[in-house]
């Protein structure tokens, strides 16, 4: 490739001096822009020594809070728009279906939405003053048993009408009574997950649930405004890849489950790992919509960028930019790792395309 | 294991793909679905393999109604046209797959590998990945991984559609071969008809969503049922016509052809194979027909040439063999054509019932009358 590039370049013929300029321009920019200010917040961090600095990061109370809760934000943001990510790629990479257009545009919504407004439209669904917010408060805890039981019955009707036997010969015992297995089995699943949510009093009681101002709203707000990262890097994979050796493996005999496992995700697995990353440091790094619905209480709902905020707004420069060296160390780890995966990627396709000249020469 | 399909319709959209098709394969036949591209012959295939649904209509195999089984369950080893090998894997996990899904005891896996290697002669490149391999031998890899789990029915979809001449050639031969050795039924889609009389036992040819003949490679040669299947098999001139009391008018002109088959009065196609075609310099009572030469080809076997008549200006093309004596012929010259083993055809193209034990084409008939 470099080659190529070079030879291109060199056909392009241009008088030295201008080729010089613009290379020297770029370099600029980029000293300017981003050389000079990244080291800055490593130097501004150390400033009063590396004892203080350590200090500042694991013991300052408010400090430390803000890192662990961003590490349980950041990591449940980013799983559930794996999960998705992963099936709504699928769905519009796999099949057509009224809506699908839709659907692709709907994905990049929370890209073209100012997260301050995303934000709002959470404080707006589940706010003190908003449609849902008094109810979960009132009694939020107390509909959570049969939430998460009804999801569980949900779950296994799903599960048995997926893995019935089509064909009429292979319906044995509990798969030849639909209407009975769903009822009964459910009912069963019901009581089975229901009992001991309220014997071991699962969710607290006289307590009432907080999803604005709390982790639940910093979870849904990061979530909203990271998901098109692995939906967007995984559609045109799985696009690209079709429907050929997937069919295959079901005419091999494997099931669905196989199939998702051994042939889907190591085909897309480059494309995942990219969305993840990318996802990841985006969903750290949030500021805008977290902001909005976080209500600032230090200690609890402050995330790494907000205690940033706070610190600077404190005059605690060394404090501030201690934070800020943290999310800068993520930032170049996501840029090594993409460049990873670009190398590995490359070589994937290098080593590949290479015994195939071998052979056709 | 022999399969019988019955009535089985199958629409897209507005597109009807299959028309009620029936068909019996019997147990150890190689048979091809041949036809034009949307005549549908894929998409019987993948009804026959469970990875499409049939709108109404069965398929039975054996005796049993797998209409509505997965294709997971319907032991059918599938070759797809673009292969469809499994890029992260090697040619020989490839190959396991089947069994390792199916829960083989690993040495049983590693025996039953070894085997297709070596049946593939591929021995060698076993740790290849798919994009490593050459297109004959992806083709081969894929061969093999459906066979592996000794499938009852091997489907091939256009298998030798993506390769070049030379190796499409070779593969032919060896797939033939192959059916001879291991004797599992197997039925594979092509548009080439070489290709179908080359290596198949029996041969569907369909058309617009239906079967038009079914019969050995010889019978649908040398008896084909309709005028599409008299056209699609080689190369043909088609004169449109009428015929009245067993004589066929040649479109408005005054040209007359017996006719020996029972058609009825009416429209109709008349079809002469190009190497059926005589042209002579001088005319005779053979060779009624006035035509001017427009293009001769001398390259090849043989020699061809493209007429054009004087009287309504449609164009015939002949093949003329050298070896029997061509006559000069100058393009602009005017020749006289003569017409051997005619076949008339109703112009409804209605499938006639079982084909006319009467072989009409063994007799020459051109004459001009009037």
Same mark, same amino acid.
């Given at each position: 490739m470099s080659a190529e590039g070079t030879s291109v370049r060199n056909s392009q013929n241009d008088a030295v001096w201008v080729r010089r300029t613009l290379t020297g321009f770029a370099v600029l920019v980029i000293v300017v822009l981003v050389i000079i200010p990244l080291v800055n917040v490593f130097a501004q961090a150390l400033s009063e020594g590396f004892g203080t600095y350590w200090d500042n990061l694991f013991?300052?109370?408010?400090?430390?809070a803000a890192i662990k809760l961003t590490m349980i934000v950041a990591p449940t943001a980013l799983l559930l728009n794996l999960i998705f990510g992963v099936t709504a790629a699928w769905a519009i990479a796999k099949f057509s279906f009224p809506g699908r257009t839709l659907l692709t545009a709907l994905i990049d919504l929370p890209f073209s939405v100012s997260p301050v407004v995303a934000g709002l439209i959470f404080v707006l669904i589940f706010g003190l003053q908003g449609y849902l917010g008094p109810f979960l408060r009132r009694d939020g805890y107390s509909a959570m048993p049969y939430v998460l039981s009804l999801l569980a019955v949900a779950l296994y009707v799903l599960l048995y009408l997926g893995l019935r036997p089509i064909n009429p010969l292979e319906l044995r015992g509990w798969w030849r009574h639909p209407w009975l297995a769903t009822l009964v089995g459910g009912g069963l699943v019901f009581a089975v997950t229901f009992a001991p949510q309220i014997y071991f009093e699962l969710w607290p009681r006289d307590t009432s649930l907080k999803i604005i101002f709390a982790t639940p709203g910093l979870i849904l707000a990061t979530a909203f405004i990271t998901f098109p990262f692995v939906a967007r890097e995984l559609i045109p994979v799985m696009?690209?890849?079709? %429907?050929?050796?997937?069919?295959?493996?079901?005419?091999?005999?494997? #099931?669905?489950?196989?199939?998702?496992?051994?042939?889907?995700?190591?085909?897309?697995?480059?494309?995942?790992?990219?969305?993840?990353?990318?996802? #990841?440091?985006?969903? =750290?790094?949030?500021?805008?919509? %977290?902001?909005?619905?976080?209500?600032?209480?230090?200690?609890?709902?402050?995330? =790494?960028?907000?205690?940033?905020?706070?610190?600077?707004?404190?005059?605690?420069?060394?404090?501030?930019?201690? %934070?800020?060296?943290?999310?800068?160390?993520?930032?170049?780890?996501?840029?090594?790792?993409?460049?990873?995966v670009d190398r590995a990627e490359a070589n994937r396709i290098k080593t590949a395309t290479e015994g195939t000249n071998e052979l056709r020469s | 294991?022999? @399969?019988?399909?019955?009535?089985? /319709?199958?629409?897209?959209?507005?597109?009807?793909?299959?028309?009620?098709?029936?068909?019996?394969?019997?147990?150890?036949?190689?048979?091809?679905?041949?036809?034009?591209?949307?005549?549908?012959?894929?998409?019987?295939?993948?009804?026959?393999?469970?990875?499409?649904?049939?709108?109404?209509?069965?398929?039975?195999?054996?005796?049993?109604?797998?209409?509505?089984?997965?294709?997971?369950?319907?032991?059918?080893?599938?070759?797809?046209?673009?292969?469809?090998?499994?890029?992260?894997?090697?040619?020989?996990? &490839?190959?396991? /797959?089947?069994?390792?899904? !199916?829960?083989?005891?690993?040495?049983?896996?590693?025996?039953?590998?070894?085997?297709m290697l070596h049946l593939i002669r591929l021995e060698t490149l076993q740790n290849r990945y798919p994009a490593q391999l050459s297109?004959?031998?992806?083709?081969?890899?894929?061969?093999?991984?459906?066979?592996?789990?000794?499938?009852?029915?091997?489907?091939?979809?256009?298998?030798?559609?993506?390769?070049?001449?030379?190796?499409?050639?070779?593969?032919?031969q060896w797939i033939r071969r192959l059916h001879d050795e291991i004797h599992v039924t197997s039925i594979f889609v092509t548009?080439?008809?070489?290709?179908?009389?080359?290596?198949?036992? !029996?041969?569907?040819?369909?058309?617009?969503?239906?079967?038009?003949?079914?019969?050995?490679?010889q019978d649908v040669y040398s008896h084909p049922a309709t005028a599409f299947v008299y056209q699609f098999l080689g190369n043909v001139t088609t004169f449109g016509g009428t015929v009245r009391d067993a004589w066929f008018q040649l479109g408005q002109t005054s040209t007359y052809l017996p006719v020996t088959e029972p058609v009825?009065?009416?429209?109709?196609?008349?079809?002469?194979? &190009?190497?059926?075609?005589?042209? /002579?310099?001088?005319?005779?009572?053979?060779?009624? @027909?006035?035509?001017?030469?427009?293009?001769? &080809?001398?390259?090849?076997?043989?020699?061809?040439?493209?007429?054009?008549?004087?009287?309504?200006?449609?164009?015939?093309?002949?093949?003329?063999?050298?070896d029997n004596g061509v006559p000069p012929l100058q393009p602009g010259a005017t020749a006289y054509v003569e017409l051997r083993n005619v076949r008339v055809f109703p112009s409804d193209a209605a499938p006639p019932h079982p084909s006319p034990a009467v072989d009409a084409t063994r007799q020459p008939v051109a004459r001009a009358v009037g």
């Open positions: 013991h300052d109370h408010d400090t430390f696009e690209a890849i079709g %429907v050929e050796e997937e069919l295959a493996a079901v005419s091999l005999g494997a #099931n669905g489950w196989q199939v998702f496992w051994q042939i889907t995700v190591p085909n897309i697995k480059w494309g995942l790992i990219y969305g993840i990353i990318l996802c #990841n440091a985006r969903a =750290m790094g949030e500021f805008g919509a %977290v902001y909005v619905v976080s209500g600032h209480i230090a200690g609890l709902t402050d995330t =790494m960028p907000l205690r940033i905020e706070k610190l600077f707004q404190e005059y605690n420069l060394p404090g501030s930019f201690a %934070v800020a060296s943290l999310l800068t160390l993520v930032a170049l780890l996501t840029l090594l790792a993409k460049i990873g | 294991m022999s @399969i019988s399909i019955d009535r089985v /319709y199958k629409k897209f959209g507005n597109f009807t793909a299959l028309d009620g098709v029936s068909l019996d394969v019997p147990d150890g036949t190689l048979l091809a679905l041949l036809g034009p591209s949307g005549s549908g012959k894929t998409t019987l295939l993948r009804i026959i393999a469970g990875l499409e649904v049939a709108d109404s209509g069965t398929v039975i195999s054996d005796g049993e109604d797998i209409t509505q089984q997965s294709a997971r369950h319907r032991k059918v080893g599938f070759v797809f046209q673009h292969y469809a090998l499994f890029r992260h894997m090697t040619v020989a996990e &490839n190959i396991a /797959y089947g069994l390792k899904v !199916r829960k083989a005891p690993r040495k049983q896996i590693r025996e039953r590998v070894d085997e297109g004959g031998q992806r083709q081969r890899v894929a061969l093999a991984r459906a066979l592996a789990a000794q499938p009852s029915v091997l489907l091939l979809d256009e298998p030798f559609g993506a390769l070049d001449a030379k190796v499409r050639q070779e593969l032919r548009h080439d008809q070489e290709e179908a009389f080359e290596v198949a036992d !029996r041969v569907v040819v369909m058309n617009h969503a239906r079967i038009e003949q079914i019969g050995t490679p009825r009065n009416g429209p109709a196609i008349a079809c002469v194979r &190009n190497h059926d075609v005589k042209v /002579y310099t001088q005319p005779n009572s053979a060779a009624p @027909i006035a035509a001017r030469i427009t293009h001769v &080809n001398a390259a090849g076997s043989v020699v061809r040439v493209e007429l054009e008549r004087t009287d309504d200006k449609s164009r015939i093309a002949a093949e003329l063999c050298k």
